[in-house]
């Protein structure tokens, strides 16, 4: 069960990356060229499998103690404290081996660890003397398209359409803390983590907390005959598990690629429209509130 569990996560780890970091999937196709053309140096590949092995090992461990912290009404706070110290390890694991990255300017690495790349590290490989110009301006695209989500940036409006047909716009939710999820129906970890939120937005929505579920289901084209099937499959999900907040629908990756850069990631957004928060756990997001 465990192995299908973890293919599970790595096909959708997969179709965050068949989707990454561009506007166009000509970007995309680009970086992924140069990623079969830079290798990885003996010692640099040792350390990314360690990494790897390690995050994988943190991640079934958080998998266990969220299927009991979750399946029980009266929630344990001590499982709870796990839960977060164990995010704790798996970010100052990334750190760690973007470091690595960053100090002996391993371009071949930093393309490994695409998926946890931000603006910061990526203006570090650019300082890089040695680039090779063409990669240095591919870079520079790749910089910009993940430039939105970098903390204490102003979050980039968009307008999407709603289930209903209805136009939101999250120029007009300023006021409020916003959380804005990317998923796709056929992410199951996504759909967990929407489940998990469930309660956090039960407890503070009549305090201001919003959440906006952006569906990516038309961007994974590999899994869709049409925009319409895709959309059957959104709100069917949509349906099925009751994410009753407010729900949008992209359409050919208008907004996922230049404000997520991969499925799954999502955005924790201030009244005043600041980014306060990327990528993070429902819990952790939990923890941020009681703050505010």
């Not at 959309?231 to 949008?248: C, P, R, S, T």
């Amino acid at each position: 069960m465990r192995g299908l569990v973890q293919n599970v996560f790595l096909l959708c780890i997969l179709l965050s990356s068949l989707s990454s970091f561009a506007q166009s999937e000509d970007l995309f196709m680009q970086i992924w060229k140069v990623k079969e053309d830079v290798k990885l140096s003996p010692n640099a590949a040792k350390s990314f499998e360690q990494f790897k092995n390690q995050k994988m090992e943190i991640l079934n461990q958080i998998k266990d103690l969220e299927f009991k912290y979750y399946k029980e009404q009266e929630k344990d706070k001590e499982l709870k404290s796990r839960i977060l110290k164990l995010y704790t390890q798996k970010h100052h694991l990334v750190d760690e081996i973007k470091q690595q990255a960053i100090m002996n300017k391993d371009e071949a690495l930093f393309l490994e660890l695409m998926e946890h790349i931000r603006p910061k590290d990526l203006s570090k490989l650019l300082q890089n003397e040695k680039l090779n110009e063409a990669r240095r301006t591919l870079y520079e695209k790749w910089l910009e398209s993940i430039q939105n989500t970098a903390i204490g940036n102003q979050q980039k409006d968009f307008r999407l359409m709603d289930q209903n047909g209805e136009e939101i716009n999250t120029a007009d939710l300023r006021g409020k803390i916003l959380w804005i999820d990317s998923w796709a129906s056929k992410c199951g970890p996504c759909i967990k983590k929407l489940k998990q939120i469930k309660s956090t937005y039960q407890k503070h929505q009549p305090k201001g907390f919003q959440i906006l579920a952006v569906s990516w289901d038309y961007t994974v084209r590999g899994y869709i005959k049409s925009m319409e099937e895709a959309k059957a499959d959104w709100i069917k999900v949509m349906k099925k598990h009751e994410f009753n907040w407010m729900n949008v629908f992209d359409i050919g990756d208008q907004i996922m690629g230049t404000q997520f850069g991969s499925v799954g990631k999502n955005l924790l957004i201030d009244e005043k429209g600041i980014i306060i928060g990327f990528d993070l756990h429902p819990l952790e997001i939990e923890e941020v509130l009681k703050n505010l």
